[in-house]
């Protein structure tokens, strides 16, 4: 079995995503969508020019915000 996609590593797929904006699904139904400026091992993840969510609505806007990877539910690039 021959395949023409490339599989990577989850954090190929980060590193290639910082600069670009993300959507990142947090427990207790919130979202924020940003653009990646770093990330760790353990997921923390920074973001700058953030919007918290929460369900489809817009509650805050954050200029750079940390957020704690184990709060992280997913990840769209």
Not at 52 to 64: D, F, I, M, P, R
């Amino acid at each position: 079995m021959t395949s023409d996609k490339i599989i990577s590593r989850p954090f190929d797929e980060l590193t290639r995503a910082v600069g670009k904006k993300v959507l990142i699904t947090l427990k207790g139904d919130k979202s924020i969508n940003g653009t990646l400026q770093a990330f760790d091992v353990h997921l923390n993840v920074i973001l700058e020019d953030a919007e918290e969510l929460t369900g489809s609505q817009s509650k805050a806007k954050h200029s750079k915000i940390m957020i704690r990877g184990d709060n992280i539910l997913w990840v769209s690039l």
